[in-house]
């Protein structure tokens, strides 16, 4: 057997996938225990009853001051602006990049500006946002929307770009215009690309948006880290850290199911 | 009157010439093949035609009427790759020329117009040998279906004329013979003008009415940019009698004439 050729099987697969994640938490509880046999007041490495204990305490029951479910509060709100800023860049994507990629003159007047400001690191840009719209959530949903949209429509328009000439040429004998060749030809086949633009811009997007809010905001997932790192809360950083990979995880899943179930024609053999 | 004619027509990039001086007149009906070396413009002179390519000098008229520098639905093409739509099904890409034209605006059929174009999809697909693959994307196809597609999508927009740019060059030897009887029915069932680039030889003579060889009068050792190609043998071939035998003498014929052709694949 050669390594560069061994394929796990599917069951396999799942468990070493499994094996690093149970090695790293059981090696955290053997620190975790060891720093508490030295000072039971220990605040860097938690215990797992007493993060449980403090995310008892946001989950299930009001913030006294404000009569909030602050766990469920920030999740409401970071999920809102992440969900605002990714769907604005994915509609501006998919309308700026389906016109820089399929329209030669447009591409020749815009491909520059677009990447001049994907060269720009958008967090630079924050000061000026918070200038602009002010300390609310429009600011924070335009460096999402600043930080990933300009990635995702080069992607797009560069992959609508590279359709084999053959493509166009063919629809252009077929009878269509220009709008039917962006309509019935670019836009089907940029689909299946700007999910996965969109999948890899998530992780940029979390960063912009834990960056806002732990600048300008009063709730939020990242609002609520920068927070409680006052007081040394790792009971709670931790598992808010965890719960932000989980919906990061989920929502990947989710576009990476759902470009091959509605394009399967991009995904080989699998339909 | 000849359905195509090219007056005095000229090819240049800067400097160099690729087709000089191409005068031609093709007849409603004939099945031209253009053989000739690599890089003696055989592509070049099919993207003219086609549209996708400005000639530099000359004229082309289809029908008396001189041809805009565009592609239209007039001429059909197939290429040897890339000619159908991997993100549609195989009625899809059929579908496609017929949706075009009926609506511009959103490129679709609806309703009983779409039920109607459905219909004469699959008689084409049907007559191409592709009706029980209708629901496969290209992707699941071999080779020889996916240019039998082709050709099935280009044959519903009953084109003036029919481009083959090397259509079977990537194919299997035996699929490529299925190929060439498929061709050859469509082409006297739909009384169709083909002009055919190809690198194959016998291809050519067994297929063609006529065959028009590409390549170098003249060559000027210092400057091979100098001077482009042009028609040096255009053969009539007296098809309908000869038949039987063509498949046969095509290799003798070539050698007879002396021409000279390549075989290795430039696209």
Request: net charge positive.
């Amino acid at each position: 057997m050669r390594w560069v050729t061994a394929q796990p099987g599917r069951g396999r697969a799942i468990l070493l996938g499994a094996l690093p994640l149970v090695v790293l938490a059981f090696a955290y509880i053997v620190a975790a225990a060891a720093r508490h046999s030295d000072n039971v007041a220990d605040k860097i490495l938690p215990l797992p009853g007493a993060m449980a204990a403090a995310m008892a305490a946001l989950i299930f029951e009001a913030d006294p001051l404000s009569g909030q479910y602050l766990f469920w509060a920030d999740t409401l709100a970071s999920l809102t602006r992440l969900g605002l800023g990714l769907g604005i860049a994915t509609a501006s994507t998919l309308l700026v990049g389906l016109v820089v990629g399929s329209l030669p003159p447009v591409r020749a007047t815009l491909g520059p500006l677009v990447t001049a400001i994907a060269v720009i690191p958008p967090i630079a840009l924050l000061p000026i946002l918070f200038i602009v719209f002010g300390l609310g959530e429009t600011a924070k949903v335009a460096l999402i929307v600043i930080g990933v949209a300009p990635f995702m429509i080069r992607d797009v328009a560069g992959h609508i770009a590279a359709l084999p000439r053959e493509q166009v040429i063919k629809a252009l004998t077929l009878g269509a215009n220009s709008w039917g060749v962006m309509l019935r030809v670019a836009l089907p086949q940029a689909m299946p690309r700007l999910i996965e633009a969109l999948r890899l811009s998530l992780g940029p997007a979390w960063v912009f948006l834990i960056s806002a809010e732990a600048i300008a905001a009063d709730v939020g997932l990242g609002y609520r880290i920068f927070l409680v790192r006052r007081y040394l809360a790792m009971d709670v950083i931790l598992p808010y850290v965890a719960w932000i990979a989980i919906l990061a995880v989920v929502m990947d899943f989710v576009l990476s199911r759902g470009s091959r179930r509605l394009f399967g024609w991009a995904h080989g053999a699998a339909h | 009157m000849a359905l195509l004619s090219l007056k005095n027509l000229w090819v240049e990039y800067g400097e160099k010439v690729v087709l000089e001086r191409i005068s031609l007149d093709i007849a409603e009906g004939s099945f031209v093949s253009i053989i000739g070396p690599s890089g003696a413009g055989k592509s070049s002179l099919l993207r003219v035609v086609l549209g996708q390519e400005k000639p530099t000098r000359g004229t082309i008229t289809l029908d008396g009427a001189p041809l805009p520098a565009e592609c239209g639905p007039d001429r059909g093409v197939v290429f040897q790759r890339y000619s159908v739509f991997p993100h549609l099904t195989v009625l899809g890409n059929t579908l496609l020329g017929l949706e075009f034209s009926a609506s511009p605006f959103t490129a679709r059929l609806f309703g009983g117009a779409r039920r109607a174009a459905v219909a004469e999809a699959e008689a084409m697909l049907e007559s191409v040998g592709l009706a029980d693959s209708r629901h496969l994307y290209p992707a699941q196809m071999s080779g020889g279906m996916q240019q039998r597609l082709a050709i099935a999508q280009a044959l519903i927009k009953r084109p003036r004329i029919l481009l083959l740019d090397e259509p079977f060059g990537a194919l299997d030897p035996g699929i490529r013979k299925d190929m060439h009887a498929l061709i050859t029915r469509l082409w006297r069932e739909h009384g169709l003008t083909i002009i055919m680039v190809t690198h194959d030889i016998k291809e050519a003579f067994s297929l063609g009415t006529r065959v028009l060889t590409l390549d170098k009068r003249r060559h000027d050792p210092h400057a091979p940019q100098r001077y482009g190609a042009a028609v040096i043998y255009d053969l009539e071939l007296t098809r309908k009698a000869q038949q039987v035998h063509a498949d046969a003498g095509a290799d003798e014929q070539a050698e007879a004439i002396g021409i000279t052709i390549d075989t290795v694949g430039n696209n």
